[in-house]
């Protein structure tokens, strides 16, 4: 599968942005999805993640209660609302694809997941 991800930018601290990323080759559905940010000079830190069937999700402790990660399979894209955006979220963003996996599995770790788009810079100025 081949990951496409859209929506980064620059918005001041506070704002909100949505992260796209759209999937193409093969069933969509059959994969769980999730995002990860790399900053310079640190290492990637796991984002966010979904399940194949959307009915479970995984958060980082740093994103909890701002961010939000969806998908409709229909479209073949799962999204990540980003609200309340500070200058420690400034980073490149990520998103991942894995399979095979359960209905209801997400997962944390990088090395867990098969797929990879090639990252959306997100700035936050303060």
């Known amino acids: 599968v081949q990951l496409q991800a859209s929506g980064g930018g620059l918005v001041q601290a506070g704002g909100s942005l949505r992260l796209s990323c759209s999937a193409s080759g093969r069933t969509f559905s059959g994969y769980a999805m999730g995002w990860f940010r790399q900053a310079p000079g640190k290492d990637r830190e796991f984002v966010a993640g979904?399940?194949?069937?959307?009915?479970?999700?995984d958060y980082g402790d740093s994103v909890k209660g701002r961010f939000i990660i969806s998908r409709n399979n229909a479209r073949n894209t799962n999204f990540l609302q980003m609200n309340s955006l500070k200058p420690d979220d400034t980073a490149v963003y990520y998103c991942?694809?894995?399979?095979?996996?359960?209905?209801?599995?997400?997962?944390?770790?990088?090395?867990?997941?098969?797929?990879w788009g090639q990252g959306t810079q997100v700035t936050v100025s303060s």
């Open positions: 979904i399940s194949w069937r959307g009915s479970s999700t």
């Open positions: 991942a694809a894995k399979s095979p996996t359960s209905y209801s599995s997400t997962y944390s770790k990088d090395t867990e997941y098969n797929y």
